[in-house]
């Protein structure tokens, strides 16, 4: 009365291995969530960065090349963590083919957590510096 369904060894395998594989895939996008990424930008077009991220020094004097929207899209850095201190500073000539050296030099020292936003955008304005941190990426059309 009872009718038995007998299962190849073929379709069984493949059944395991789409579970393995979604397991896996759902974990990479778990990885992805746990960085956090920060995005450089200035006004000035001969801005240099030095900074240091949980006290290991990342850039030395670092040009920062902007482009349109005011952002170096080749200077970022993605750390996994939930905490991030940042240190360092802004150093950028102002206006040097009019005037003597004149620099301005904006100093950062803060700390940042993952929960807030793992999207981190620093830039340098004239007098001093801006922290965007938000969790979705924006387009700008």
Request: hydrophobic share 35%.
């Amino acid at each position: 009365m009872v009718e038995v369904i007998k299962v190849s060894r073929s379709l069984s395998s493949i059944v395991v291995l789409l579970l393995l594989l979604s397991c896996s895939a759902s974990k990479l996008n778990e990885n992805k969530k746990r960085t956090i990424s920060i995005i450089f930008g200035s006004v000035y077009e001969n801005e240099k960065l030095t900074l240091s991220v949980n006290d290991s020094v990342y850039y030395s004097d670092r040009d920062i090349k902007t482009n349109s929207l005011g952002t170096d899209p080749k200077n970022y850095i993605e750390i996994e963590s939930d905490k991030v201190h940042l240190k360092g500073y802004f150093m950028a000539k102002i206006d040097p083919e009019f005037d003597k050296d004149y620099t301005r030099k904006l100093e950062i020292d803060t700390i940042l957590y993952r929960k807030k936003g793992r999207l981190i955008s620093i830039g340098a304005n004239y007098h001093k510096y801006y922290i965007n941190q938000q969790n979705k990426k924006f387009k700008v059309e």
